[in-house]
């Protein structure tokens, strides 16, 4: 898949995979996955539980070993470094985790889990960490009084705030927010979105933002990747997605948004059946067993994910006719 840019972006993922293997066979869990970020963009990637978006966010940083495919980051396939510069690269790449709970430990205190980085690429004088942990903390919102508190003592919002500082400790180019806010109260979701778009633009930082609220992606996100059973089935600006959806997940997808207004009401969009088991995904299109849409030709071989419109790429036989064989279920 090709997007329109004049300039090289700082992350393309070339026909990404990731499997497993189970007792029950070989689960894609990410299947041939492409697509491409811009320097200080952000891509948001949502769909369903199980979809194969948070798996993709960390074949990325190679937090899991990718199956195949390409990881190009600033113009080198990270999927051929080896350890040195696997380690190398993860000063300029970080991940902000889903539970602000279960990704800090426990037993150190705050100042040590966001000073932990310096420590392990052995940077700094201990002065000098101590001075770059309360700038950190005093950048994400967190009062420097809470240095030797530890994360049972704060509550849902403030260790995601340690979790912000601490990926950004290194200060990296490209960080992977892997729903970020999905633990939070609705009351503290805000706040933490607010900083995230605001160290954004005072950084110059690039996200991927994994999330399947589209409401929260909207709210974030300059484009959206709708992923399905392991693959993107469209992928275009937030303003085409929220105003012109091609693909009928999509349409779903949206029409499943709670309007906040009294009496409002939304044509909703029932899928019937059940998401197909990605250890056996069908032959054809992948959501030909939900889609109201399903034609002949949909069981019998997969579309191609290809612009239908100008920064529009949708994989629906209902907006075109042709089949590109890489994007085959294998």
């Given amino acids: 898949m090709e997007q329109n840019t004049s ?11 990731k499997f497993f293997e189970t007792k029950q066979g070989t ?24 979809c194969g978006k948070s798996t993709t966010g960390r074949a990325i940083l190679r937090l899991v070993e990718p199956t195949s495919g390409e990881v190009v980051f600033n113009g080198e396939d990270i999927t051929t470094f080896k350890r040195d510069r696997v380690r190398a690269f993860r000063r300029d790449a970080q991940i902000i985790f889903q539970d602000p709970f279960a990704s800090l430990d426990p037993r150190l205190s705050i100042a040590e889990i966001i000073g932990e980085p310096f420590e392990i690429f052995n940077l700094y004088s ?13 950048l994400v919102g ?10 049972h003592e704060l509550d849902g919002g403030r260790r995601q705030r340690v979790g912000v500082a601490r990926a950004l400790a290194l200060d990296p180019k490209f ?25 954004q633009a005072r950084l110059n930082l690039t ?29 275009t600006t937030y303003h085409n997605i929220f105003t012109r959806p091609r693909h009928p997940y999509t349409q779903a997808l949206l029409s499943a948004i709670p309007i906040p207004k009294v009496n409002a009401k939304r044509d909703r969009i029932i899928l019937e059946g059940d998401v197909p088991s990605p250890v056996d995904p069908p032959r054809g299109c992948i959501f030909a067993g939900r889609c109201p849409f399903v034609m002949d030709k949909c069981r019998e071989a997969a579309p191609a994910l290809v612009a239908t419109e100008e920064e529009h ?17 294998e």
């Avoid at 300039?7 to 995979?17: S, Y």
């Fill in 7 to 17: 300039e090289r972006p700082l992350l393309d993922v070339r026909n990404l995979k």
């Fill in 27 to 50: 689960l894609k869990a990410v299947n041939n996955v492409s697509f491409s970020v811009r320097q200080g963009e952000t891509l948001g990637i949502v769909g369903e539980s199980g």
């Fill in 126 to 138: 201990k002065k000098e960490r101590f001075e770059r942990v309360q700038n950190l903390m005093s």
């Fill in 142 to 151: 967190l009062s420097t009084k809470l240095t030797n508190s530890f994360p």
């Fill in 175 to 199: 960080v992977v927010c892997d729903e970020p806010v999905s633990a939070l109260d609705v009351s503290i979701q805000a706040q933490i979105l607010n900083l995230i778009q605001d160290l």
């Fill in 207 to 235: 996200y991927v933002f994994i999330s399947h609220d589209l409401s929260v992606v909207r709210h974030i996100s300059d484009r959206v990747a709708v992923m399905y059973l392991g693959k993107i089935v469209e992928i």
């Fill in 313 to 329: 790429f949708t994989a629906c036989y209902l907006v075109h006719d042709e089949v590109d064989p890489v994007q085959d279920n």
